[in-house]
């Protein structure tokens, strides 16, 4: 099948027609096609739940993080220390200048997470693919299984600041006062079942389960995937003011925490309200569920 | 040898991604005594497997459904292959190792996604386990996400 792309890929115009704050943290998928050689400057990160599709087939140029294995410290429950993220930039082939292109599966919901964590590095020349890995292939572009090398790339052992971006188990604790006094956004983005407490009864839960079920008191449910359209692209600011502002009652000003189960969604919905919403204060609680249904006497609605 | 080790990890993406194109025993068993239910919707992926016994640990009748990953929907249709062509008994399947089977499966697709690429074997076990303690036609659905 021929597709024109010229018609029918998305452009960097109408990523500027949707109406967000920082347009420039898209790019359509028609940019990654024109600048995929571009090797000195960018560097195109795939980032999936589904790990073997970067084997299967992924953009030409891109490279895998895989959030588990690259991300994720194998013994304490948190990221990579410093010294372990300058390596594996170092061995991608990325400096502290390089601008990072995230896309991946199911609408660049790890791809977002991969962001945030890269954020929490320092890096900040950041971008998503919008529409992520479904786009690209449904418009027929290329893929390819050839992992390509770059030389190494310097990269200093940044400091890791996680104070602004990510709240931890007793941040979220002082947060339920503001949220009582409606000064504070709390937004749980898991599937309603999750949030209403009803999906924790299967029998073979995986291990990563909580023994309790509910929400934390006072959060507004919004599952993550309502930010994005079917074709995966991001949808319209007004349409994620009318999700966010208009049903969840978030304030573009207030303190916003996004949780989930691990961390992955609300990293998606952090990247919404913070980047094309712009929001000044949005903040991920990755302990999310697993951690606060866990919690002696933390307090639970359901 | 240097060579043969990428060709080896093509080879078994090739096999769970044939799994996953045309997946073993996929369907609803309408008449089964266990509907077993396994995994998170939204994380990784969900099955329900379908069992039937013949009531002196055989196994009558296997199927599954689900949703998920490469890793999770190709291993649970190799688990099921192996079950149903291979005619194992209850004890059989109860019997089969989980790390042996990521081995199988090969740890270097795996790395730390176990729990993906045993979430199949291990919902299985939990119908013969729910079916030996004659709990019949727990027919509990898992709540879609």
């Not at chain 1, 389960?209 to 006072?218: E, F, N, V």
Request: hydrophobic content about 35%; overall charge negative; glycine content about 10%.
């Amino acid at each position: 099948m021929i597709v024109d792309r010229e018609e029918t890929g998305m452009t960097e115009q109408e990523i500027q027609e949707k109406g967000y704050a920082n347009p420039d943290a898209l790019v359509s998928t028609q940019w990654v096609q024109e600048n995929l050689d571009d090797a000195a400057n960018i560097r195109i990160v795939e980032s999936d739940e589904d790990v073997l599709l970067y084997d299967i087939g992924h953009i030409p140029n891109a490279v895998k993080v895989d959030w588990v294995e690259d991300l994720n410290d194998p013994l304490t429950r948190d990221y990579v220390d410093p010294d372990h993220f300058a390596s594996l930039m170092s061995e991608k082939g990325i400096s502290p200048e390089t601008t990072v292109i995230f896309y991946g599966d199911k609408n660049n919901w790890w791809a977002t997470y991969a962001l945030w964590v890269f954020r929490l590095f320092g890096h900040d020349k950041v971008k998503v693919m919008d529409g992520g890995r479904i786009k690209w292939e449904s418009e027929g572009r290329e893929m390819t299984q050839e992992v390509p090398s770059f030389p190494t790339a310097e990269y200093p052992v940044p400091t890791r600041d996680d104070s602004k971006i990510r709240a931890f188990r007793d941040d979220v604790m002082a947060h339920l006062k503001k949220v009582r006094e409606g000064e504070g956004g709390l937004i749980d983005v898991r599937s309603p079942g999750e949030y209403r407490g009803e999906l924790l009864h299967m029998p073979d839960y995986p291990q990563e389960g909580a023994l309790r079920g509910g929400h934390i008191p006072g959060a507004k449910n919004v599952p993550w995937a309502r930010a994005a359209r079917e074709d995966g692209t991001f949808k319209s600011a007004q349409e994620l003011r009318e999700i966010y502002e208009g049903e969840a009652g978030l304030k573009p000003d207030g303190d916003t925490i996004a949780y989930c189960r691990i961390g992955e969604r609300s990293s998606h919905t952090w990247f919404v309200l913070s980047y094309l919403l712009g929001y000044d204060n949005v903040r991920n609680y990755d302990g999310s569920w697993t951690e606060w249904g866990n919690v002696v006497r933390a307090p639970i609605e359901r | 040898l240097e060579g043969a080790k990428p060709a080896l990890r093509e080879g078994r993406i090739a096999l769970l991604v044939e799994h996953v194109n045309n997946p073993r025993h996929r369907g609803v068993l309408r008449d089964a005594d266990v509907v077993m239910p396994g995994g998170s919707p939204e994380c990784g992926g969900s099955v329900v497997v379908y069992l039937k016994g013949d009531g002196n640990g055989k196994v009558e009748g296997l199927s599954w459904r689900g949703e998920g990953d490469t890793i999770s929907m190709g291993a649970t249709s190799i688990a099921m292959e192996r079950i149903v062509e291979g005619h194992l008994t209850m004890e059989e399947v109860l019997r089969i190792d989980y790390d042996e089977f990521v081995q199988e499966l090969g740890k270097d697709l795996i790395g730390s996604r176990t729990r993906n690429a045993t979430l199949g074997l291990s919902t299985i076990k939990a119908a013969i386990r729910q079916y030996s303690k004659g709990k019949l036609a727990n027919t509990a659905e898992p709540t879609p996400a």
